[in-house]
């Protein structure tokens, strides 16, 4: 979730200069040969690094022709040097940051003086990269009308297969300081083409047309390709090279932004200035757009459960509660009966108190959750009962006030819940012995919620469900977001993804949780599922299977589609359904309705798990 618009007069407001790990990286020496009687260059401003070796300098006389003017957010333009130099590595554009809406156009020859910087979209503690920008900037149009400088093509070709370097360690894993290298690595190629006219042929879309104009495509077709036309994010070390983001340079109002769906295809030449935000790192400002052409995507169906098999799901629905436009529980309560083929447990997360966001205190979720399987019901579906803890007030995280919890509903004519003396939000639900079988101690519980690994996130919801005469245990999960994680165009490399210290912690209490079922009873089936905010190849999955306890289920599906959820172009797992030893054979289903669309109902797609007891 974003709080706000990147290109926002909120950003405007943070376009003071920001030095971060390596930002005063180039030598006194570099900086002096560059102050030279010759004139400065823009390629002398850009240098051979991240950094500028004229960073906090004054400059004059910057010549160059105005590639793209923005008028909004961070106001300003582009200018490029059309003489460009003999080094790769030397970017011939800069941005010039006006603050005021620019009085210059595209073809414009001008000169600049002002102030060397290097802007940090989103801040030093963001890890993003830093922008090398002229700011305060006095500008003389020496002439009108010229021709670009050509576009520099960004393909196939041209992109690197190896991401980024491995950052100095001397500097603290940042990379600022190294030595471009454009031909060797991705990051590098991008960077040594920051704030140049560049372009892209015909590209596959990979992340759908999002509320803040801007879509992702990849300029390599066949790079860990989705089977429904994303690229998937298998590894730490596929972060698809290819993924580009883009935006355009003219204001919505005047020119409305494509809508484009994963498999889509923007057609035709994308030209403009190469840009770098905190939404996403490089990206393609288009003073020329290309033509989308929609593909043939279609929401999924998963097939219906058989009589003997009994389908386990889990959604997250984004914040539901009742002041949300009814058009949106029906189109979750019709994806449930269409989609989901009714399954006979559905795991939800993200279920809202009463009034949503209003910070009054209010705990409980009965009108949300009323609303919700009235919805349903009204869809064809079945009378879904629920079973849920309240938790305490702003305690569980989520959006202040809306006291996000994880809620069982289940269709009573295929499925009983056990009640044993039901919990609340600090008591722990622990593990027993009835009739020589496993059984909860308190059955809907939470389990461990004392736990400091649950603080301020949501505990995990235990709960015994019965099914043709045999004992189901369900998890419901909602573990902790990934929220100051840095991106993958961080200048630290690897990049610091410091919330999976805490989902770690999360993981190993699930699965110690899960251990002492199976100590009672090996042949237990217990299922451990829900929003997992973390991949299947992460140690966070790993510490949930430890010592053979889960098995994480959509590992049983082809590479190419394993994803729940689509971030910045890459197709990725965060929602999980996992099995102990006794459940053997199932079918598993990520079911694909909302990720790749730019019409959501939730950014997540559910998934579910078909199989006999």
């Known amino acids: ?21 390596g930002l005063l990286a180039g030598s006194a020496d570099a900086a002096e040969g560059a102050v030279s009687a010759d004139p400065i260059r823009i390629h002398d401003i850009q240098g ?8 906090g300098k004054q400059v004059t006389d910057v010549e160059g022709i105005v590639t793209g003017v923005r008028t909004y957010g961070s106001r300003g333009f582009w200018i490029q040097d059309p003489n460009a130099d003999d080094n790769d590595a030397t970017s011939e554009g800069v941005f010039v940051f006006t603050n005021a809406v620019p009085t210059v156009a595209a073809g414009d020859a001008v000169k600049v003086s002002g102030t060397v910087g290097e802007y940090i979209p989103g801040g030093v503690n963001s890890g993003n990269q830093s922008v090398t ?78 509320p803040y104009s801007e879509l992702w495509v990849t300029v390599k077709g066949w790079e860990n390709t989705a089977k429904r036309g994303g690229t998937i994010y298998g590894s730490y070390e596929s972060q698809n090279t290819g993924r580009l983001q883009i935006q355009q340079l003219a204001p919505i109002a005047q020119q409305p932004f494509p ?62 509660d009742p002041t949300d436009p009814q058009e949106k529980f029906d189109a979750l309560a019709k994806a ?5 083929a009714a399954p006979d447990v559905l795991a939800l997360e993200e279920i809202q108190d009463d009034n949503g966001a209003k910070n009054d205190g209010t705990v409980s979720a009965e009108q949300t ?154 042949n237990a089936n217990v299922l451990v599922l ?24 959509i590992k049983s599906l082809p590479k190419a589609e394993r994803y729940s959820y689509v971030y910045q172009g890459n197709a990725q797992v965060l929602d999980q359904i996992l099995t102990s030893p006794a459940i053997k054979k199932f079918t598993y289903d990520s079911v694909h309705i909302n990720a790749e669309f730019a019409a959501q109902n939730s950014d997540h797609d559910p998934q579910v798990l078909r199989f006999r007891p």
Do not use: C
């Open 1 to 21: 979730m974003r709080s706000s618009h990147p290109r926002s007069a909120a950003v405007a407001a943070l376009v003071a200069t920001a030095l971060a790990t």
């Open 48 to 55: 051979t690094t991240r950094i500028s070796p004229l960073n």
């Open 133 to 210: 920008q002229i700011s305060k900037p006095t500008v003389t149009v020496v002439s009108s009308g010229n021709a670009l400088p050509e576009a520099t093509a960004i393909n196939e070709y041209s992109v690197p297969a190896e991401y980024a370097p491995a950052g100095d360690p001397a500097a603290g894993g940042s990379i600022n300081g190294l030595t471009l290298e454009p031909s060797r690595y991705a990051l590098d190629h991008y960077e040594s083409l920051e704030g140049m006219n560049v372009k892209i042929g015909t590209s596959r879309v990979v992340g759908a047309t999002d």
């Open 259 to 320: 809508v484009a769906n994963v498999g889509d295809r923007l057609t035709g030449t994308t030209e403009g200035p190469l840009d770098f935000n905190q939404f996403g790192g490089y990206t393609l400002v288009a003073r020329t757009l290309g033509t989308v052409k929609a593909g043939t995507l279609a929401p999924e169906k998963t097939k219906p459960q058989a009589e003997q098999e009994l389908a386990v799901a889990t959604y997250n629905v984004e914040n539901l």
């Open 336 to 340: 449930v009966v269409e989609n989901l």
């Open 369 to 522: 959750l009323t609303k919700f399987t009235a919805a349903i019901k009204a869809a064809g579906g079945p009378a879904y009962q629920w079973r849920t803890i309240n938790p305490e007030d702003k305690k569980d995280g989520g959006e202040p006030g809306g006291n996000i919890r994880q809620v069982f509903l289940y269709n009573p004519a295929r499925v009983s819940f056990t009640e044993r003396a039901p919990g609340d939000a600090v008591t722990a639900t622990g593990v027993t012995k009835v009739n020589g079988k496993a059984a909860l101690t308190h059955s809907p519980g939470r389990v461990d919620p004392a736990n400091p690994a649950w603080a301020d996130s949501r505990k995990p919801l235990a709960g015994e469900f019965v099914f043709r005469g045999k004992t189901v245990f369900v998890i419901a999960n909602h573990f902790g977001s990934k929220g100051g994680d840095e991106g993958l165009t961080s200048h630290h490399q690897p990049p610091v993804r410091s919330s999976e210290t805490k989902r770690l912690l999360q993981a190993q209490a699930v699965n110690g949780f899960v251990k002492q079922i199976l100590a009672e009873d090996k």
């Open 530 to 553: 829900g929003d997992i905010n973390d991949f299947e190849f992460s140690a966070t999955t790993d510490a949930l299977a430890d010592g053979g306890a889960l098995y994480p289920a």
